[in-house]
T-cell receptor
């Protein structure tokens, strides 16, 4: 069962490049969407939430397309420090009775930024 | 400082020897969960808890137990560990928002991870 799919990469890009990742999800009832960043062997940390209207934070832009059921992350002017794995996370909403509250993580997309 | 703590950070044990990994958060979050992360499989949820005394199975609960006696603590118990439970484990907490009838999960905050090896 692959509810959230990401291209594992690695995406190998030079400093200053623009790179984009996509993530598709299968559950149309999904409510909340996030991009997390994970450095090797460390805990995931929130990069940004993803809203229907789009969300921009400095060099990072996230978009949600509910009709096509995907979210995207765009990184402009890549830095060496952007090298990491980027995890797409989809969380369900639901009623208190009978709902399932299991956030689903994609397997991550590896980004390597080289000099 | 808002944080999620886990202990121990590293553990090597033998098959069948009961162990507990502790998790504690100081953000008064209702929702807590445990994940395991394995190469090629990503993060998979083991158990979650919506609030004190309310726990439920995630995607991979077999071989694990949890309890939620206090809001801040959510220990993970392996009654009889086996080598296939060798993994990197993360605890996470999240604020729960939404109306009485619906639930949305806010940002998850992760602990630093526990690397478990079962021989």
């Amino acid at each position: 069962r692959k509810e959230v799919e990401q291209d594992p990469g690695p995406f190998n890009v030079p400093e200053g490049a623009t790179v984009a990742f996509n993530c598709t999800y299968s559950n149309s009832a999904s409510q909340s969407f996030f991009w997390y960043r994970q450095d090797c062997r460390k805990e995931p940390k929130l990069l940004m939430s993803v809203y229907s209207s789009g969300n921009e934070d400095g060099r990072f832009t996230a978009q949600l397309n509910r009709a096509s059921q995907y979210i995207s992350l765009l990184i402009r002017d890549s830095k060496l420090s952007d090298s990491a794995t980027y995890l797409c996370v989809v969380t369900p909403g639901g009623r208190l009775t009978g709902g399932s509250y299991i956030p689903t993580f994609g397997r991550g997309t590896s980004l390597i930024v080289h000099p | 400082e808002a944080q999620v703590t886990q202990n121990p950070r590293y553990l090597i044990t033998v098959t069948g020897k009961k162990l507990t990994v502790t998790c504690s958060q100081n953000m008064n979050h209702e929702y807590m969960s445990w994940y395991r992360q394995d190469p090629g499989l990503g993060l998979r949820q083991i158990y979650y808890s919506m609030n004190v005394e309310v726990t439920d199975k995630g995607d991979v609960p077999e071989g694990y137990k949890v309890s939620r006696k206090e809001k801040r603590n959510f220990p993970l118990i392996l009654e009889s560990p086996s080598p296939n439970q060798t993994s990197l484990y993360f605890c996470a907490s999240s604020r729960r928002q939404g109306s009485v009838r619906t639930v949305d999960l806010d940002t998850q905050y992760f602990g630093p991870g526990t690397r478990l090896t079962v021989l």
